[in-house]
């Protein structure tokens, strides 16, 4: 089919999107190389290369290797063009930081909150924060938060860390800034972190787990974040391990962040004597017996919960992340071992078990990325019909 005229505008933001793309992910490449993998004939392209150089987006960075031949030039993409603002809202601070156009955070920027925090004062917080990071051509604003969260309204429909319920996140936010805002549950943003920048990179199904303060699932499939009908998918702390069990934050009994977020050490640490998680932790390290049992333990519960989810989505890895990787070291190879046993033998046999490539940061810079999407993102395709 030929293109109509009105088509040609649609094709060469095609075009600069399937480059800009390429270099994110790919490069730097040479001209040839990306001529090659997007199909652009070289004089279109080369009247594209022009127009991103001028504009700052790409840069040529050196020269490719010889083998006896003219060594090529190479070209990636300008991380340093734009930057998003990410901020992740916690049960005591909020955070926010500037992270550039490969991920990299520049900036950071910090406010403690009220425990439980106060809506109206939070979001003051943010935009006072948000406020001091403002340099440079900023692409947007992204808020990552606990709980069950419909991305479209910018809602943070229920949060059982923060106690929140129909928090208008968005509405609140955009009068008070000139650029767009994205609004999303935290474990999705890291997820999505992941996908673009670090253990998720090379794969287009899996599964990120958070354990920490809470425990929270985002869930990748086919390359893209899967979010649900709603907004709630991936709410792996609060399936059911006890029906019989102690009443969870979220006021439903057994969850599972009764048995494995930090809830449980610290009543595991109540219980054995210590006086908080981190003497408990340092005792475990030292080689306490009943210190140890209680990670184990941990791991063992953190497991039961990610085999099912590993029976029912078959990802090809899981990402283990959050605020208590810090303590990996104490409970991740039970985890490990109570996944693999109890997943079904030709998935156990294939999945992968890793840890997060981007530790905490992967929360902003996760949340920063929502916001740079659109700037990354193709155009519709061109009707044909």
């Not at 040529?60 to 809202?89: C, M, W, Y």
């Not at 069990?245 to 494995?260: F, K, M």
């Amino acid at each position: 089919m030929e293109l109509q005229k009105g088509d040609q505008g649609l094709v060469r933001s095609q075009n600069r999107a399937l480059v800009i793309n390429l270099l994110r992910t790919s490069g730097p490449l040479s001209r040839a190389d990306i001529a090659k993998q997007t199909g652009l004939a070289p004089s279109a392209l080369t009247r594209l290369m022009r127009i991103l150089i001028e504009e700052g987006v790409v840069e040529e960075v050196g020269k490719s290797s010889s083998s006896g031949g003219r060594p090529a030039t190479l070209v990636g993409l300008n991380d340093q063009h734009a930057f998003s603002i990410g901020v992740k809202i916690e049960r005591k601070r909020v955070l926010a930081a500037r992270v550039d156009l490969g991920g990299v955070i520049t900036h950071r920027a910090e406010s403690p909150i009220e425990d439980p925090p106060d809506p109206s004062e939070t979001l003051d917080k943010i935009a006072n924060l948000v406020d001091r990071l403002l340099n440079g051509r900023i692409l947007g604003i992204g808020v990552s938060v606990s709980g069950f969260v419909d991305p479209a309204s910018g809602i943070n429909l229920y949060s059982p860390i923060l106690r929140w319920e129909n928090v208008h996140i968005l509405d609140e936010l955009s009068p008070r800034f000139e650029v767009p805002i994205r609004v999303e549950n935290d474990v999705n943003a890291l997820a999505l972190a992941e996908r673009w920048y670090g253990a998720g990179r090379n794969y287009q199904h899996f599964i990120c787990i958070t354990v920490g303060e809470g425990i929270g699932a985002g869930v990748v499939i086919g390359g893209e974040l899967y979010r649900g009908a709603y907004g709630g998918a991936g709410e792996l702390g609060h399936i059911t391990i006890d029906p019989n069990g102690p009443v969870c934050r979220c006021r439903e009994r057994g969850c599972l962040e009764v048995y494995a977020s930090d809830r449980f050490l610290e009543e595991e640490a109540g219980r054995l004597g210590y006086p908080g998680i981190d003497s408990m932790i340092a005792a475990a390290r030292a080689g306490s017996e009943e210190g140890r049992d209680v990670f184990v333990r941990m791991g063992t519960n953190l497991g039961i919960g990610a085999k099912n989810l590993v029976n029912l989505l078959n990802p090809e890895v899981i990402i283990l992340g959050g605020e208590r990787m810090d303590e990996a070291d104490l409970f991740f190879a039970a985890f490990q071992d109570e996944v693999h046993r109890h997943s079904f033998p030709a998935e156990a046999a294939q999945l992968q078990i890793v840890p997060s490539q981007l530790g905490r940061d992967g929360f902003l810079i996760g949340a920063a990325t929502l916001a740079a999407v659109e700037f990354f993102r193709l155009p519709a395709q061109v009707s044909t019909s």
